[in-house]
């Protein structure tokens, strides 16, 4: 097969991160003979600094020709610590989503048996649990009028939602369900929220088409106690932006390190893979980023063409860096020998590139090679 793939890198730690995923797929190219090409594209404060625009026009025309989209994360602590500013780097993405038609986000959160220990939750708690998470990203609060009074000492954000808008996200995660363990639960605010009644009524219906996959309903205070509690009742997590923008990033302590969690958004025509962390300026430049979370975007990446095998090739390796402790140090912690944001990308590299061998050598990894033997 042959991918052409917009890659942005973002800001902060993006770029090093995307590098180790664009790691992964070379290697699945090779291994499977596929060609992947490489557009690059810039996108959040650097592309404010260059231009003044955080999404500039070449970046959009990029990834309209692009069959998909690699991206990093974007994000200055500058644009954060002022609320005055008129440009802010997460405008970029907000108007990317609008301009691609991207209008579902999807998150799997997996317990990650060699990380359990990482997580504040206990082990009886999460062992075991396999969540995805759909959530709905065209419209809501985020994308609804706002309006601050002249004054300065009011304001109000609109949030709203037609039954198209909750229909195809809806048939995406019940499909989705169908593969899984056949449960859908959707997370709302239906007993204060006029848009949280029409979600559930629009569901409600639209479950009759899929017999096989169990409904269930769960207003989204519960479900934020719920999946600290007892995350392994869930299965696919359906819900709308803001609802599904806290949920997921609380899922994060699951699998012990948000570094971990991948996602992809989605239309009809394209789709974006990305890890849902921040730009973490603190290491930037400093080669100790997590890369799993853009790895496994990656595979979710070629899982969305098809290509499965090449996808549990990454997982797999992923897998085995976790077994052998060849991860950073936001998994390993700072009074063990971490591997660099580099070393990481580049086992599962070389794993990906030698699945039939088994023995790996450690002192070779440890100095910095990480080569199988």
């Given at each position: ?8 890198p ?37 592309a ?91 419209g ?18 609109v ?36 848009t ?60 012990g ?20 962390h921040?730009?973490y ?45 060849i ?14 944001t ?32």
């Amino acid at each position: 097969m042959k991918l052409t793939i917009a890659v942005i890198p973002g800001d902060g730690i993006g770029p090093e991160v995307t590098a180790q995923a664009k790691k992964a797929l070379d290697a699945v190219a090779e291994v499977y003979d596929h060609i992947f090409l490489y557009k690059e594209a810039q996108m959040g404060a650097c592309a404010i600094e260059a231009t003044g625009n955080p999404l500039p026009d070449k970046t959009i025309e990029i990834c309209k020709k692009a069959d998909a989209i690699l991206f990093g994360a974007i994000g200055e602590l500058k644009y954060d610590n002022d609320p005055s500013a008129k440009v802010w780097p997460e405008q970029g993405l907000f108007q990317l989503r609008k301009e691609l038609g991207l209008f579902c986000n999807i998150r799997p959160v997996k317990a990650y048996e060699k990380l359990i220990k990482n997580s504040p939750l206990k082990r009886e708690v999460i062992e075991g649990t396999d969540i995805v998470i759909y959530r709905e990203l065209s419209g809501g609060i985020y994308f609804d009028t706002k309006e601050l009074s002249e004054d300065g000492l009011s304001a109000f954000d609109v949030c709203s939602y037609t039954v198209d808008q909750i229909s195809r996200v809806t048939h995406l995660a019940f499909k989705a369900a169908q593969k899984r363990k056949k449960k859908v639960t959707l997370v709302d605010k239906a007993n204060v929220l006029e848009t949280s009644r029409l979600w559930r009524k629009t569901v409600t219906e639209i479950a009759k088409e899929y017999a096989n996959v169990k409904l269930d309903f769960m207003f989204v205070d519960n479900a934020a106690l719920q999946i600290v509690l007892n995350p392994k009742q869930f299965d696919v997590i359906l819900t709308e932006n803001l609802f599904g923008d806290i949920i997921s990033d609380e899922a994060s302590v699951i699998c012990g390190s948000i570094g971990l969690l991948a996602s992809s958004s989605v239309g009809e025509k394209t789709a974006m893979f990305e890890p849902i962390h921040g730009t973490y300026p603190q290491a930037k430049g400093k080669d100790i980023a997590n890369p799993l979370g853009s790895i496994l975007s990656a595979a979710m990446l070629l899982e969305h063409f098809g290509l499965q095998e090449e996808a549990d090739a990454i997982k797999r390796a992923l897998e085995k860096s976790l077994t052998l402790g060849i991860t950073t140090e936001d998994i390993k912690g700072k009074n063990q020998y971490s591997a660099s944001t580099s070393k990481v990308g580049g086992f599962i590299a070389d794993y990906i590139l030698n699945q039939e061998d088994s023995n790996m050598n450690f002192m070779n990894i440890h100095a910095g090679q990480s080569t199988i033997i």
